[in-house]
């Protein structure tokens, strides 16, 4: 009861920004904020770890709107790990803070993105979590197949040489660059498959982009999930609720939840547009999720 109760108060603070069309976009960032911090459980050790600069645009129809996050690949010889760096360390700062100061400071924390992709090499699966709202999803699939095409491409990553590939996935025509010197068959997101790890790639639109800015060859961090009830999915249903949130998150909130969310404007009327469907139209990373 205690993390609804504190994401009320922040719903609640975040209407009283000035411009509604402010609280309605941050909405997308509140769903990573940890009231409570949850037991983890390890599943691996790593021994490299990769972060990634991941921006991508939140209305690809309008271009006017930008999440920007540090992500972490960790390696083990079973597993790979992708997940955001920036909530590893949001985790720990809010263990030491009281629930009015995570409700005063919900800009700031929410800036990581709750997403976690698992690739488990030996049973050839991923499995996709994600924080909706106040709960957890989750669906497993059987490692997608990317149909890679080798490019006469090449720049540079960190110092390192990268040669490009292209392919068609999902419903976005991708652009990558790999690095032969990592003979790792890995890469951010739920790439994977070439010669050598992929260090940087982009969407045609450049819609969605990832670029490694850091490595560290000699990691000793342990692999971890969240040890919390996940409410099994598949992919089509997942994004099907992930539309319904982004697109009215106060409506949702009061729908799974049960509780009441007020908003006022700024002479303490209630402003009911605040519940009316947003009209940003999201794109998300896998286009194909609407199809039928």
């Known amino acids: 009861m205690i993390k609804r109760t504190i994401l009320f108060m922040i719903l609640c603070a975040i209407t009283l920004l000035p411009d509604i069309a402010d609280a309605k976009l941050l909405h997308r960032q509140l769903n990573i904020l940890q009231s409570w911090v949850p037991d983890s459980k390890t599943l691996a050790t790593d021994n490299m770890e990769f972060i990634y600069d991941f921006c991508y645009k939140v209305?690809?129809?309008?271009?006017?709107?930008?999440?920007?996050?540090?992500?972490?690949?960790?390696?083990?010889?079973?597993?790979?790990?992708?997940?955001?760096?920036?909530?590893?360390?949001?985790?720990?700062?809010?263990?030491?803070?009281?629930?009015?100061?995570?409700?005063?400071?919900?800009?700031?924390?929410?800036?990581?993105?709750?997403?976690?992709?698992?690739?488990?090499?030996?049973?050839?699966?991923?499995?996709?979590?994600?924080?909706?709202?106040?709960?957890?999803?989750?669906?497993?699939?059987?490692?997608?197949?990317?149909?890679?095409?080798?490019?006469?491409?090449?720049?540079?990553?960190?110092?390192?040489?990268?040669?490009?590939?292209?392919?068609?996935?999902?419903?976005?025509?991708?652009?990558?660059?790999?690095?032969?010197?990592?003979?790792?068959?890995?890469?951010?997101?739920?790439?994977?498959?070439?010669?050598?790890l992929v260090m940087a790639a982009h969407d045609a639109n450049r819609e969605y982009a990832f670029e490694c800015i850091s490595i560290n060859s000699h990691s000793s961090r342990d692999i971890t999930v969240y040890d919390v009830p996940y409410n099994n999915t598949t992919r089509k249903k997942f994004y099907d609720t992930l539309h319904r949130y982004d697109t009215n998150p106060f409506s949702y909130y009061q729908t799974t939840t049960g509780g009441s969310v007020t908003v006022t404007d700024e002479a303490g009327n209630p402003d009911l547009t605040a519940f009316d469907p947003m009209e940003l139209d999201y794109d998300y990373i896998e286009r194909d999720w609407r199809e039928k």
């Not at 271009?63 to 920007?68: A, E, S, T, V």
């Not at 050839?124 to 106040?134: A, D, N, V, Y």
């Open 59 to 196: 209305d690809t129809v309008g271009n006017n709107f930008d999440i920007r996050d540090k992500m972490m690949l960790q390696i083990s010889p079973e597993m790979s790990k992708f997940s955001s760096y920036t909530n590893m360390n949001v985790d720990s700062l809010i263990n030491t803070m009281s629930p009015d100061e995570i409700a005063a400071n919900a800009e700031k924390l929410a800036n990581g993105i709750p997403m976690i992709i698992l690739k488990d090499y030996t049973a050839g699966k991923f499995t996709h979590s994600e924080k909706i709202c106040l709960d957890w999803f989750k669906y497993e699939e059987p490692a997608p197949e990317f149909e890679w095409e080798l490019v006469d491409s090449v720049t540079t990553v960190l110092g390192y040489e990268c040669k490009g590939a292209r392919c068609s996935f999902r419903g976005r025509e991708w652009i990558v660059y790999y690095c032969v010197e990592i003979p790792v068959m890995d890469g951010p997101w739920k790439f994977h498959g070439l010669p050598g």
